[in-house]
């Protein structure tokens, strides 16, 4: 997810305001009341943490687990550059529950580079709140001071070591500095409008820069109470007087949430280092009026509207005409299916794990080994993680067989290291649901030996040569589940390998077990940049990364438990996005209804089990390793 220019992307479906699901009603049954809202987030006076500028703000959002008692990270805003009153462009979007009272807590941080650790960015404030004071203040919006008095910020079950005092320093001694929380309850709306905006004549800001100006454009939605929220921000364009900015689509929820007349102001401003930036010019408009506007207008032409200062009105009186013009190139508003549009009609997940078997996770009789076999039954990392993960996924496949694999071992019968075997060792990779995933798990713990090194490019090609197979074919969508425990060794390879992947019907989820630096699987989950390597770019996100570490529940060594239903929503997060992503680039549309197929028969399908001899591809040239690539 990109940070700056976020989309809302799915979410789970619900009432979603007064267009919500009338459906719902089934007498006799119990339904919790419930709410979508999202939240808007801007702040006042915070303390400026930088010597030579102001400070570069971004806020995350917390939420207390009812049972654990932990804060659970739920998101992050975008981060804005040099400024102490931030307006921040991403929404937190949650369920609101009437019957439960859900605390929220706001974490302020003045951004010290790209780091992924919040320990690497000064922290501004902090403001704890439940989401029901929040909604009782509607349109107006909850005002708070950001407190950064040093506050102890962990629950009683994580280990010392994993324990943080936050709020030292500087906005500690800030007592003015705020921040506002504003909610509006979403209407449920598949509606998206798709914009390509340019300005022309723009006024000159920069004029030690030969008159110029670096331009762009920050679209707001009008609230009940006369503040305007801001809805998206483009790219800045530098030294440029006529800019045509990247085209963009934002949902209508996000944008008006799904009221075609309420008000939106598109204003250009001069972006200036400093964060003072200089106004250029505004005009107000709506949905109705741009869609109209585009339906008249031709296709070759653009519906103009002039930029106006209403400074330079005040001060200029008649001789003022505008600021410049904004060009709506073109404006078109469609209908975009959802992830459970595709899900109901056809799609299916085909979901394959891949489990490290290096010699890093520890002897497998050892208690400190991440593949320790318990005598008691208590499961270790690995197999709650297939079973988090698995136990969701498995309700979207009609055949509930799973291809698994393993790497990093030396494997029967004589010892060789591979990469990319069958977990169950034989020439089927295939297995019956979850059950029979860690039935394979324990075959090989059992049969090979723990070895090395960590190479991930082998299993993300084996899964992308079947993904690629559907490119024209939306009934199938892949998911690999990569568990491991440690630093990638072939790192290089690995980028090249999810950059030809990205293209495919595939999304990667990297669990990490265990306590090492997870540093590199950061840098694969490139939330807020396309991944990019040897001057090649990913075409889009696929990559999802999780460390098991955040989700202790309870305390101890290997005895600690873990919070499963946390982590599968977690690790399955971006999967729906990622799936409507990939269909929409595609222009795919939801393929209808099928009857489901009972066992798969074509020889060419990925991993036939009826198939009377393996596919041309599936020949190991040893029991449970498939041949290397070519």
């Not at 267009?19 to 119990?30: C, E, I, M, V």
């Not at 972006?271 to 109209?292: D, R």
């Amino acid at each position: 997810m990109n940070a700056v220019g976020a989309s809302t992307g799915w979410q789970p479906p619900g009432p979603g305001g007064a267009h919500g699901n009338q459906n719902s009603f089934t007498p006799g049954q119990a339904v919790e009341p419930t709410s979508t809202v999202e939240l808007s987030i801007r702040c006042r006076d915070l303390a400026d943490m930088d010597v030579f500028s102001k400070s570069d703000p971004f806020c995350v959002l917390y939420v207390k687990d009812s049972k654990s008692g932990q804060w659970l990270c739920l998101d992050k805003t975008e981060t804005i550059d040099n400024t102490l009153e931030p307006h921040f462009q991403k929404k937190f979007v949650l369920q609101y529950k009437f019957e439960e009272r859900q605390l929220l807590r706001f974490d302020v941080y003045d951004s010290d580079g790209n780091s992924n650790n919040l320990e690497d960015h000064d922290f501004i404030g902090s403001m704890e709140c439940s989401l029901g004071e929040v909604v009782a203040h509607q349109g107006k919006g909850l005002t708070r001071h950001l407190l950064g008095n040093p506050t102890m910020l962990y629950h009683e079950s994580i280990p010392y070591k994993f324990r943080k005092i936050l709020g030292s320093g500087k906005s500690a001694r800030n007592k003015e500095q705020s921040i506002t929380i504003t909610s509006e309850e979403l209407i449920s709306n598949k509606e998206f409008l798709s914009l390509n905006i340019s300005a022309k004549s723009l006024d000159a800001k920069d004029w030690w820069g030969w008159g110029s100006s670096d331009p762009f454009l920050t679209i707001s939605k009008a609230g009940e109470y006369g503040q305007w929220t801001v809805v998206h921000r483009t790219e800045v364009l530098k030294r440029n007087l006529n800019p045509d900015w990247q085209p963009f689509t934002l949902s209508i929820t996000s944008l008006c949430n799904a009221d075609h007349q309420r008000t939106l102001k598109f204003s250009v401003d001069d972006w200036n280092l400093n964060g003072t930036h200089s106004h250029i010019g505004e005009f107000t408009t709506n949905v109705a009026e741009l869609v109209e506007g585009g339906l008249k207008t031709s296709r070759g032409s653009a519906q103009i509207f002039p930029l106006i200062s209403q400074k330079k009105k005040s001060k200029k009186g008649d001789k003022y005409r505008n600021s410049g013009f904004l060009h709506v190139n073109y404006c078109i508003l469609e209908l975009q299916p959802t992830f459970l549009d595709y899900i109901s009609n056809g799609t299916e997940l085909s979901f394959t794990v891949a489990i490290d078997f290096t010699a890093s996770n520890g002897n497998p009789q050892d208690p400190r080994s991440l593949h320790y076999n318990d005598p008691t039954g208590a499961p270790n990392q690995y197999i709650t993680a297939i079973k988090a993960v698995g136990e969701i996924i498995q309700d979207y496949d009609s055949d509930k067989m799973f291809p698994a694999l393993g790497f990093g071992a030396r494997i029967p019968p004589d010892g060789k290291v591979s990469h990319e075997f069958f977990l169950n060792l034989t020439g089927d990779p295939y297995c019956s649901g979850v059950d029979g995933i860690l039935a394979a798990y324990h075959q090989s713990l059992h049969n090979v030996q723990l070895y090395g090194p960590t190479n991930f490019a082998p299993v993300i090609n084996h899964v992308a040569k079947f993904a690629r197979a559907y490119q024209q074919d939306p009934s199938n969508y892949f998911v690999l589940l990569i568990i491991t425990d440690g630093v990638i060794t072939d790192l290089d390879a690995t980028k090249n390998a999810v950059i030809h992947a990205s293209g495919l019907p595939l999304s990667i989820i990297i669990v990490g077990v265990g306590s090492e630096d997870f540093s590199a699987m950061d840098e694969l989950d490139s939330d807020d940049s396309l991944l990019t390597n040897n001057g090649r770019t990913a075409q889009r996100d696929i990559v999802q990364f999780v460390e098991m570490q955040k989700f202790i529940s309870g305390s101890g060594s290997h005895y600690v438990t873990w919070n499963k239903d946390l982590l599968a929503r977690e690790v399955l997060f971006e999967i729906p996005e990622q799936l409507v992503g990939y269909m929409k680039a595609k222009k795919f549309k939801p393929i209808g209804k099928r009857p489901a197929r009972p066992t798969q028969t074509n020889s060419q399908l990925p991993y036939n089990p009826s198939a009377q001899s393996p596919p041309p591809g599936y020949a190991p040239s040893v029991p449970g390793a498939p041949p290397p690539y070519s």
